[in-house]
């Protein structure tokens, strides 16, 4: 937790950019430092104090998995030259190697296609896309309380999509076996306290959250009053002004924008998923 | 939490069934939360508190979300005629009926859709199974911080993945736009005290967290370990005696096995998703 004492309505506040749902807000430490969740990209070269990997993961363990099937693993990088080729592989964002660690979130049906193999079954149900999405799903649950977990000790972590940028080399990197793929990096450590870090706001909750049926009212008005919250927010932080918005129509808008993801399909398969 | 005062070290024990990581592991009341997570099938009628609907909300939109893309909704489902009626699509889990609230994780393309179309613009990344997956592992991410919080305020929850046998019908209920997709529901309520719950030990650490490269030494003994493991765990909290081999060797053995799941790739074409 961040040592700064806040009621709950401050930090709705701060989530939502002012915005905040009007409502007397239940609060706990496990509340508040969930609320005060920031990414961090600057970290202190001090390595992690003993147990506290180990304590990460097993929060990770603690996290629900379908049908109890667990497809998921991490493999922990802390060499510095592992994480300066992952880095490379991974749009060269600096502070992967200089967080003392580097965790590659796995989702992994390996475990459960050597399992069968050791008992002379081809498990079928592995080879459809419903089985990757499992273990893409168990995989996510258990980071986030990882992450959850690592910020209540007050580390800082940030996740790396740009992981996925190149899935078979990534793979080879980490020896991973077939139907195994590195979803997600995170970065780990103690933050630097000399790069600030702020809670950025999100959409307004009435365009998250919706009662019984999806429901779509005002959303051009609120997305308009959101870019201007979030226009405000990161110019104030040095971020310049972004525009949600704008942003979001380039980030997706077309496949070139995707930085060498629209290839996905492709890498899954070579990396031994059938998606069926 | 769950008001039973643990140490770490027990707490451990109790995740990994007696075979945990000899470490000393950090605590403190959030990772205490986390670690003493257990599933809830059996909840009180008893209503949430006001503001708590909010409040979880809130927790998940402090999940990290790819470059802030925001590719998830929740709707929440409180009228009982409407959780009667996922529930008979979701494998007729009783729970559903009666937890106060259902929530339904939805992988939400359509908003970043929608702001294209509002500004005459067809997103073509939104075409790809990259941006599907981004939108998963935000819903996911977001969920599983609304579960923490639940439990640190005593609440129990579980997932549903059984909200996937019927997409399209389950969309229809929710009145769900194209590209998006249920992903999974969660029952949230008082748990039910006078039905026992219990800490599930999970598979050993060393088979899940992989140093530098991904290895596998030692795995079917391992994994003889967990089976004997959980056995004992299972039929002392009176499920029976479980095996964790078996168990999985059947879950994934077949398409037949996957109960419908095993048409995702044509209920996602259905709803909207192209998966390019």
């Known amino acids: 937790m961040d040592g700064i004492a806040q009621t709950g309505a401050a930090r709705l506040a701060a989530r939502y950019g002012g915005d905040a749902p009007d409502v007397s807000a239940p609060a706990n430490a496990v509340v508040d430092s969930i609320l005060a969740h920031r990414s961090i990209r600057a970290f202190l070269p001090a390595p992690l104090a003993d147990g506290v990997l180990e304590t990460l993961v097993a929060a990770a363990q603690s996290a629900p998995t379908s049908s109890n099937q667990q497809a998921w693993s991490v493999v922990a990088v802390q060499d510095p030259a592992r994480k300066a080729r992952l880095a490379a592989l991974s749009n060269d964002q600096r502070f992967i190697v200089q967080a003392p660690l580097f965790l590659c979130w796995i989702a992994d049906l390996s475990r459960l296609d050597r399992l069968g193999a050791a008992h002379g079954r081809k498990l079928e149900g592995l080879e459809f896309l419903e089985s990757y999405m499992v273990a893409l799903v168990d995989a996510a649950l258990a980071a986030q309380n990882a992450v959850v977990a690592a910020e ?35 970065s780990i450590g103690h933050p630097d306290p000399s790069v600030p870090s702020a809670v950025k706001p999100r959409l307004p909750q009435s365009l998250v959250l919706h009662h019984e049926q999806y429901a779509v009212a005002e959303e051009p008005a609120r997305i308009a009053g959101y870019d201007a919250r979030l226009g405000a927010f990161s110019q104030a932080v040095g971020m310049g002004r972004q525009d949600w918005t704008q942003r979001m129509l380039a980030r997706v808008g077309t496949a070139a924008a995707l930085s060498g993801r629209d290839r996905m399909r492709e890498a899954l398969a070579a990396l031994g998923f059938k998606l069926r």
Chains 1, 2 share one sequence.
Do not use: Q
């Open 152 to 186: 209540s000790l007050g580390l800082g972590t940030v996740y790396v999509g740009a992981l996925r940028h190149h899935p078979e080399k990534v793979a080879e990197e980490l020896g991973l076996p077939p139907n195994a793929f590195a979803v997600f990096g995170m």
